[in-house]
């Protein structure tokens, strides 16, 4: 579930591609998991069918990602469960209350047709033609005869994003050259691109130092208060319900000062040296899947345009690298927004860069 978070916020994942990637990775689904529990356990009178029709959708995923739950809050009829004017956590906290408020967000922001990239290339966010577009996969098959048996064979390209969408009568192609790149060509220009720009950059391991900021706690002690303050009018004066509500209010503000009175420290980071350069991870025991998924989560960008023979190129990459980047995350371990502001940022320089013909 952190994984997911991750990718929503930091990374612009759709709820679509979630579903793909959990259903890729045989992650079960709440009824299947149940199902599969029940027959772990050698429970009676209950299913213990794991039905390999019931996958993982957007819908399914994106309800999910809505439930309180994931706070590890109880709830009851889909609301929070409240005990003495406070949510009741039933189960370990899977996000935080601010990280859950930041997934909402995102998801609100999906919801309203902001997309992440497209799955089905396989150099996902990292590859743009040269107009700004994402470029898309294509794929050509053609059948030859060897040794006597006609074989089929599969050829994988990448076009501008803008070919597709015209053919398809929704928009105008881009007035670049329509080029297609082969995926294996555009594989071995983007790792000679990326080991000139970044082989002897060192990695290096960046520990989070967390911070003391107890607004989260202090927001909820409030809420209480003013949840058992506005249940007062309802129960007698002077009696037990009365008593009980007022000495759980006395508690509460007792921890409401001593919260207050607690200075904020700022959260950081602490960024040391691993001893390792990128050429080292790159030329290592990668392949390709791992290394488009560090291209992704580095921020790594290629803008690529012109004709196959002689390309224009405007590569871009952080020169900070981190182990965390290298080794793939399973939550919010980079500062949330990060990889939005980079793109933001690169968009920006190639835009510049593109109306100056003479330097491209």
């Known amino acids: 579930m952190k994984q997911a978070y991750h990718r929503i916020v930091n990374l612009g994942w759709s709820c679509a591609q979630i579903a793909r990637d959990w259903n890729k990775r045989g992650i079960l689904t709440p009824r299947n998991y149940q199902n599969s529990e029940n027959l772990r356990l050698g429970r009676e009178g209950v299913s213990t069918k794991i039905d390999p029709g019931i996958t993982w959708d957007s819908h399914l995923v994106r309800d999910i990602l809505r439930r309180p739950t994931l706070m590890g809050y109880a709830t009851q009829n889909g609301k929070v469960r409240m005990r003495d004017g406070m949510p009741v956590i039933w189960a370990q906290p899977l996000l935080s209350a601010s990280e859950f408020k930041k997934l909402q967000k995102a998801l609100d922001a999906l919801a309203h047709g902001t997309r992440g990239p497209m799955v089905g290339n396989p150099l996902t966010g990292t590859i743009y ?126 921890n409401l000062k001593a919260l207050e009175s607690q200075a904020v420290v700022p959260e950081h980071w602490k960024v040391e040296s691993t001893g390792r350069m990128f050429r080292d991870e790159w030329e290592g025991d990668m392949d390709w899947e791992a290394r488009s998924d560090l291209l992704e989560r580095t921020g790594a960008r290629l803008y690529l345009g012109g004709p196959r023979e002689a390309p224009y190129m405007d590569l871009y990459a952080p020169r900070l690298l981190t182990q965390d980047m290298l080794n793939a995350p399973e939550g919010d371990d980079l500062e949330p927004g990060w990889l939005a502001k980079w793109h933001r940022e690169v968009e920006s320089r190639h835009s510049e860069f593109a109306r100056k013909p003479n330097e491209q």
């Open 129 to 254: 033609h040269w107009c700004g577009a994402p470029m898309h996969s294509s794929m050509a098959r053609t059948k030859r005869m060897k040794k006597g048996v006609e074989k089929l064979y599969e050829y994988h390209y990448l076009r501008c994003r803008t070919i597709g969408q015209a053919a398809a009568g929704k928009g105008e192609r881009c007035s670049d050259v329509p080029t297609l790149f082969p995926v294996n060509y555009v594989k071995q220009l983007i790792s000679g691109l990326l080991l000139d720009e970044l082989g002897d950059v060192m990695v290096t391991t960046k520990t989070f130092v967390p911070g003391v900021d107890n607004t989260e706690e202090i927001e909820t002690l409030e809420q209480g208060i003013n949840n058992l303050s506005a249940s007062l009018a309802s129960v007698p004066a002077g009696s037990m319900a009365q008593v009980s509500i007022l000495e759980t209010m006395a508690s509460y503000e007792k």
